[in-house]
């Protein structure tokens, strides 16, 4: 096997393991199995010198836990689960409207006003229901009385029953239908008056993020919304999973999100929602990540960098990326023999971040593997401008 390095690199190499001394005993040999041709396919011995020793650095090989990640991206979107669309209850003229997008508002707090003749309507028909309900009763009670007396007919009293069960369902009626227009029950008995207004409140906390309506608009039921309320401090992020890797997909996974806008910053997800359709033209699946965004810096339609932690590998060989150099397309490390002698040995790798690989096959647990200084081997093995 032939490595090709620079002849600068080499000088630079030999100088700084102290080559350059007169006393040739302290250079370093090299040994060769067999014949030293690079189509032998042997592995090559590189002797040291015990001076150099110290330029080097050695590692032992060791098994560790390694998390394995899958990498893909996706889109900032709003948490659905945390977002109200305003629907009108009913038609009427907007009033004291002061919501904006941008505003945070508070579960409870109030929108604007509706002005409207179905309000008055309303509260009129409960005050009616609530005053035959009384009647009713009155009635209900005499007519008892009399037919302990035998003054009056079981049919009477059966229908003076009937009559004023009628005006209780009449009542929870009209107040179910107050209840639903947040109109205070107890206040229009105490008052006696008749409103036209009605508040309309937000029923989470959360940022006002469209409106639809501004001050005196006519507006009326229907399915378009006219604000809509999004509640940041937790959002979706849906990214593609090719169809190949959705076997290692599972709900309630790890996932770490990043963001060009916050390159330096990782936020916690979890896997929350695997869609059940394959996209036809690029064989992904769209795989929903629940991210804690309680300082609400991730922003809806942000792009976004998805690591997901798919499984965990227990006896895992992991080195530093620089104790791996290639040579002819393959990739092989130095493993020391002795104190002084170190084999080439080719290895099958995978990359991983950090500058870390993982050696899938070549080397053992327990190996000693040059991690530091593989360049200086490397010239000790170069062959001589003569050669």
């Keep these: 096997?032939?490595?090709?390095?620079?002849?600068?690199?080499?000088?630079?190499?030999?100088?700084?393991?102290?080559?350059?001394?007169?006393?040739?005993?302290?250079?370093?040999?090299?040994?060769?199995?067999?014949?030293?041709?690079?189509?032998?396919?042997?592995d090559h011995i590189v002797h040291l010198a015990a001076s150099q020793l110290s330029n080097i650095q050695v590692e032992s090989v060791r098994e560790q836990s390694l998390p394995m990640v899958l990498n893909t991206f996706g889109k900032v979107q709003f948490n659905e689960d945390r977002t109200a669309v305003i629907v009108p209850p009913l038609s009427g003229h907007v009033e004291n409207l002061k919501a904006c997008?941008?505003?945070?508002?508070?579960?409870?707090?109030?929108?604007?006003?509706?002005?409207?003749?179905?309000?008055?309507?309303?509260?009129?028909?409960?005050?009616?229901?609530?005053?035959?309900?009384?009647?009713?009763?009155?009635?209900?009670?005499m007519t008892r009385d009399l037919f302990s007396?035998?003054?009056?007919?079981?049919?009477?009293?059966?229908?003076?029953?009937?009559?004023?069960?009628?005006?209780?369902?009449?009542?929870?009626?009209?107040?179910?239908?107050?209840?639903?227009?947040?109109?205070?029950?107890?206040?229009?008995?105490?008052?006696?008056?008749?409103?036209?207004?009605?508040?309309?409140?937000?029923?989470?906390?959360?940022?006002?993020?469209?409106?639809?309506?501004?001050?005196?608009?006519f507006i009326q039921p229907d399915n378009s919304g006219v604000l809509t309320i999004a509640d940041l401090s937790s959002i979706w992020v849906i990214a593609d999973v090719f169809e190949k890797d959705l076997r290692r997909v599972k709900l309630g996974q790890s996932a770490e999100v990043s963001t060009l806008a916050y390159p330096d910053e990782v936020f916690q997800a979890s896997v929350s929602r695997i869609s059940s359709v394959v996209d036809a033209q690029s064989r992904t699946v769209k795989v929903r990540f629940l991210?804690?965004?309680?300082?609400?810096?991730?922003?809806?339609?942000?792009?976004?960098?998805?690591?997901?932690?798919?499984?965990?590998?227990?006896?895992?060989?992991?080195?530093?990326?620089?104790?791996?150099?290639?040579?002819?397309?393959?990739?092989?490390?130095?493993?020391?023999?002795?104190?002084?002698?170190?084999?080439?040995?080719?290895?099958?790798?995978?990359?991983?971040?950090?500058?870390k690989v993982r050696v899938i096959d070549g080397l053992k647990a327990g190996e000693d593997v040059v991690t530091q200084g593989t360049l200086l081997l490397l010239a000790q093995n170069a062959p001589s401008a003569d050669e």
């Design 1 to 42: 096997m032939q490595y090709r390095i620079s002849a600068g690199l080499v000088c630079i190499c030999l100088i700084l393991a102290g080559c350059g001394k007169e006393n040739s005993t302290s250079a370093a040999t090299v040994e060769q199995v067999n014949n030293p041709s690079a189509s032998d396919g042997k």
């Design 101 to 141: 997008v941008g505003d945070q508002v508070q579960q409870g707090d109030v929108l604007f006003l509706i002005n409207s003749r179905d309000v008055s309507a309303a509260i009129s028909e409960y005050l009616e229901s609530k005053k035959d309900l009384d009647l009713a009763e009155k009635t209900l009670a």
């Design 149 to 217: 007396h035998q003054a009056v007919s079981s049919i009477a009293l059966q229908q003076a029953e009937n009559d004023c069960a009628k005006a209780k369902n009449k009542v929870a009626r009209t107040q179910e239908q107050l209840h639903v227009l947040d109109v205070d029950q107890n206040g229009i008995l105490e008052s006696g008056e008749l409103t036209s207004r009605i508040p309309v409140r937000s029923p989470l906390s959360g940022a006002i993020v469209e409106r639809h309506v501004t001050e005196r608009q």
């Design 291 to 355: 991210v804690e965004n309680s300082q609400n810096r991730l922003k809806p339609e942000m792009f976004a960098d998805v690591r997901l932690l798919v499984e965990t590998i227990p006896d895992a060989l992991v080195l530093p990326a620089p104790a791996v150099f290639t040579e002819g397309g393959k990739n092989y490390v130095f493993v020391r023999s002795d104190k002084t002698n170190f084999t080439d040995r080719p290895v099958t790798i995978n990359t991983l971040p950090n500058q």
